[in-house]
């Protein structure tokens, strides 16, 4: 079985201010996780996965993201927000031995950037 | 840049009636999915689609529901008999045949509101 929690239904934080949105997921056995953004109007943008290698994952829009395997989680980060970044954000988990291509998503958080 | 395209991007519908819902997938992509997303809720996988016939599916792609591509560029979902709780966002996704199998795209959803 695979889930993910995303902890926080909204952040806040000020335009240059660091930022993260949180995700702790579940799988039986190895995961592959993938942060995707919505904005307004638009269809879920693939930002950035871990499949396996670096802890450490950059993506785009200068966004990255932590694999830390001992606490189960993906937090996304961003040393600076900036106001476009004002989106929702989702976090996926698909276990790699779970022998389905299909993800499963968090609820979403919303992120709030202001000016 | 390609993108998955969906309509329409709202509807209305009186508690069972039939509804479908469009998706044009981006052109060389073979792998066809839809999602749902109740407000509030996580997003939900519905069905996977490939070579002509669907792949996995969910507990909640029961029989009200059906998928077809019916030629070569629209992928429909189709709901027989709508009922109260299928309001939703549904989302189209579709995925390449070749490089990374993990990155979905994703349209921007149809909101279907069921009365």
């Known amino acids: 079985a695979q889930s993910v929690a995303q902890p926080e239904d909204q952040v806040n934080v000020a335009e240059g201010n660091p930022l993260t949105v949180k995700c702790t997921y579940s799988?039986?056995?190895?995961?592959?996780l993938f942060w995707y953004v919505q904005y307004p109007n638009r269809g879920l943008q693939f930002l950035l996965k871990?499949?396996?290698?670096?802890?450490l994952v950059k993506g785009s829009y200068g966004f990255e993201a932590e694999f830390n395997k001992s606490q189960t989680s993906f937090h996304l980060k961003k040393p600076s927000a900036l106001v476009s970044d004002s989106a929702l954000y989702f976090c996926?988990?698909?276990?790699?031995?779970?022998?389905?291509?299909?993800?499963?998503f968090g609820r979403g958080t919303s992120l709030i950037v202001h000016p | 840049e390609p993108e998955v395209t969906q309509t329409p991007s709202h509807q209305v519908t009186q508690m069972g009636q039939e509804v479908i819902l469009r998706c044009v997938p981006i052109?060389?992509?073979?792998?066809f999915y839809w999602y749902r997303q109740i407000l509030g809720q996580k997003v939900e996988f519905l069905v996977s689609?490939?070579?002509?016939?669907?792949?996995?599916k969910s507990e909640i792609f029961d029989d009200q529901f059906s998928v077809e591509r019916p030629d070569g560029s629209n992928f429909t979902l189709k709901i027989r008999s709508t009922k109260l709780e299928d309001s939703a966002m549904y989302f189209c996704?579709?995925?390449?045949?070749?490089?990374?199998?993990?990155?979905?795209?994703f349209g921007p959803g149809t909101r279907l509101l069921v009365l």
């Open positions: 996704a579709s995925r390449s045949p070749t490089g990374s199998q993990e990155t979905q795209y």
């Open positions: 799988v039986s056995g190895n995961p592959y």
């Open positions: 871990y499949i396996t290698g670096d802890n």
């Open positions: 996926a988990v698909r276990d790699i031995e779970g022998g389905s291509y299909i993800p499963t």
């Open positions: 052109s060389n992509h073979l792998y």
């Open positions: 689609f490939y070579n002509n016939e669907i792949s996995e």
